[in-house]
């Protein structure tokens, strides 16, 4: 029962770097999510998809790029890492109940710890 | 002003204590509410959720939703040393949105 698993769980990069952080779900799950949370802050949305091929902005997009291609992958693509972009990623999926409404009720991922010098 | 907020803490308990933590939202159209478990270093867990006004009980945890006040609170009872983590406030709107909106957290620390 892998639930979401994300990939790597730590990486260090350097500014003006690129580099994805993979998620990916085993439970068919129709929403997913990407979250950056900074040292004792709470969550930021970053990117969220209501199915493949469907994304839309959070509240923290700049930066970031995503792309759903099928249901069980969400990766995060970081394009001319930053300074600002060291964080801890957390990707999360969620499932619908009657008529497709999304409950909301997140599982999350162990997450990514993201460093940039 | 913030769409979800809670005090930063810590809030400190003693054991066998009833912890109360609070989070209050500003978007009317809410409708599900969401309180999350962090403990340190690790990733959120769902703990109670809550869609309609009142109180809904599991366990030691009680959600306490009123929406014409825009506030959300959760209740442990017979707070033990391992309730000691961040709680995570988390909003949605109804229908076809999407988005779900967390607060800051509230660190809670209860103490033998």
């Known amino acids: 029962n892998a639930g979401v698993t994300q990939t790597p769980k730590f990486r260090i990069l350097k500014i003006g770097q690129s580099m994805t952080l993979q998620c990916t779900q085993d439970?068919?799950?129709?929403?997913m999510y990407w979250y950056r949370q900074d040292p004792g802050m709470g969550l930021k949305l970053i990117y969220y998809?209501?199915?493949?091929?469907?994304?839309d902005k959070g509240e923290v997009p700049n930066g970031y790029n995503v792309s759903r291609s099928t249901t069980e992958d969400f990766p995060l693509r970081l394009e001319l890492a930053a300074p600002s972009q060291t964080s801890v990623y957390f990707c999360a999926s969620s499932y619908s109940r009657d008529r497709g409404i999304n409950t909301g009720e997140l599982f999350f991922g162990e997450g990514s710890r993201l460093t940039v010098l | 002003q913030k769409e979800v907020e809670q005090n930063s803490g810590p809030l400190s308990v003693p054991e066998g204590a009833i912890a109360s933590l609070n989070c209050t939202y500003s978007?009317?159209?809410?409708?599900?509410f969401f309180w999350y478990r962090q403990y340190s270093g690790k990733s959120p867990e769902l703990i109670m959720s809550i869609y309609s006004n009142g109180d809904k009980e599991d366990g030691r945890f009680t959600a306490q939703l009123n929406k014409a006040s825009q506030y959300v609170s959760l209740l442990i009872r017979d707070s033990q040393p391992s309730d000691s983590a961040t709680y995570l406030c988390a909003v949605k709107r109804s229908g076809g949105y999407n988005k779900l909106i967390f607060g800051a957290g509230t660190r809670l620390a209860v103490h033998p």
């Open positions: 998809s209501v199915g493949a091929g469907i994304t």
């Open positions: 978007d009317r159209g809410s409708q599900s």
């Open positions: 439970m068919n799950h129709n929403y």
